[in-house]
């Protein structure tokens, strides 16, 4: 399947969702084949699992690795996770940090045009509950402190534990104190905000999903409507195959608005600009 992707022209793959990529007992040979064909690499983690080998590798041959980071306490980490792993969560990304550091020295220089040389962006991802919204601040503060690259939160949607409209304003204080601390290389970003859905998605195209099954989905956000966006299945047909097939089409005209406005899908904001600027030719990019 890698191959078929390389050879469609794919440039990157992310690992995420469905499980801990990590726990895949041949996640370091599959990466390194990706990087072979000539694929960028992103990852999604729970950071609990990365040893200082691992850790070398991963800078090395990531582009990214996003952490889940869901609390600034012990205790509610364990609550939220069910297992009291905190302090090996800050040791992972201290082991990642330092290893990066370590490859930047190798290479003479910690960035290039404003880009690390390189070596993989570390960041983390604070989804906001009621759970654990009074810890952004800190857990800000321990990001910053161990030296990744952003802190990123947003909130959780369709949930029994999701935050109500009447407390967000309660939120918007604690995200003001976490993004007081952005500075030097260190992002703060997110929004509480619904984002806004203009119609059905086409830019799904640009990321579809395959799941550890084989199913192969139009979009990440196929959970509650994985029937109408399975378009196939790798291990019964190429991935060629599936994804110039008319079921393929069939599923992308038959998405509906209304679903995709459920959850806070990034791709809602970049359709505003994708319509504006190519479908609609707003900018004449004839001329740019």
């Given at each position: 399947?890698?191959?078929?992707?390389?050879?469609?022209?794919?440039?990157?793959?992310?690992?995420?969702?469905?499980?801990?990529?990590?726990?895949?007992?041949?996640?370091?040979?599959?990466?390194?084949?990706?990087?072979?064909?000539?694929?960028?690499?992103?990852?999604?983690?729970?950071?609990?699992?990365?040893?200082?080998?691992?850790?070398?590798?991963?800078?090395?041959?990531?582009?990214?690795?996003?952490?889940?980071?869901?609390?600034?306490?012990?205790?509610?980490?364990?609550?939220?996770?069910?297992?009291?792993?905190?302090?090996?969560?800050?040791?992972?990304?201290?082991?990642?940090?330092?290893?990066?550091?370590?490859?930047?020295q190798k290479q003479?220089?910690?960035?290039?045009?404003?880009?690390?040389?390189?070596?993989?962006?570390?960041?983390?991802?604070?989804?906001?509950?009621?759970?654990?919204?009074?810890?952004?601040?800190?857990?800000?503060?321990?990001?910053?402190?161990?030296?990744?690259?952003?802190?990123?939160?947003?909130?959780?949607?369709?949930?029994?534990?999701?935050?109500?409209?009447?407390?967000?304003?309660?939120?918007?204080?604690?995200?003001?104190?976490?993004?007081?601390?952005?500075?030097?290389?260190?992002?703060?970003?997110?929004?509480?905000?619904?984002?806004?859905?203009?119609?059905?998605?086409?830019?799904?195209?640009?990321?579809?999903?395959?799941?550890?099954?084989?199913?192969?989905?139009?979009?990440?956000?196929?959970?509650?409507?994985?029937?109408?966006?399975?378009?196939?299945?790798?291990y019964e047909k190429?991935?060629?195959?599936?994804?110039?097939?008319?079921?393929?089409?069939?599923?992308?005209?038959?998405?509906?608005?209304?679903?995709?406005?459920?959850?806070?899908?990034?791709?809602?904001?970049?359709?505003?600009?994708?319509?504006t600027w190519i479908?609609?030719?707003?900018?004449?990019?004839?001329?740019?």
């Open positions: 399947m890698i191959s078929d992707i390389a050879e469609l022209g794919v440039e990157g793959v992310e690992i995420s969702g469905g499980g801990e990529p990590l726990c895949y007992p041949r996640i370091v040979s599959a990466v390194a084949f990706m990087r072979s064909r000539g694929l960028k690499v992103g990852m999604f983690s729970n950071g609990t699992l990365i040893d200082g080998e691992l850790a070398e590798f991963l800078v090395q041959n990531l582009l990214f690795l996003r952490v889940a980071f869901d609390s600034g306490e012990r205790e509610t980490y364990r609550r939220i996770h069910g297992r009291d792993e905190f302090d090996r969560l800050l040791e992972s990304l201290r082991l990642l940090v330092e290893a990066r550091r370590r490859l930047e003479g220089g910690r960035r290039q045009g404003g880009r690390r040389r390189g070596a993989a962006t570390i960041g983390a991802k604070y989804l906001l509950s009621r759970h654990n919204w009074r810890e952004l601040a800190r857990a800000t503060e321990l990001a910053r402190e161990i030296g990744l690259d952003y802190l990123q939160y947003k909130l959780l949607r369709d949930s029994k534990f999701s935050l109500e409209e009447s407390e967000l304003e309660e939120v918007r204080a604690q995200v003001k104190r976490a993004e007081a601390l952005r500075g030097g290389s260190f992002q703060v970003f997110g929004s509480l905000e619904k984002t806004r859905v203009i119609g059905r998605c086409f830019l799904n195209p640009i990321h579809p999903v395959i799941d550890a099954s084989g199913a192969v989905y139009l979009c990440a956000f196929f959970h509650h409507r994985r029937q109408r966006h399975s378009i196939g299945n790798v190429s991935f060629p195959e599936i994804w110039y097939s008319e079921r393929h089409f069939e599923a992308f005209y038959s998405t509906r608005p209304k679903e995709c406005a459920r959850f806070d899908c990034p791709f809602h904001e970049a359709a505003v600009l994708a319509r479908v609609e030719n707003r900018k004449h990019l004839e001329f740019i």
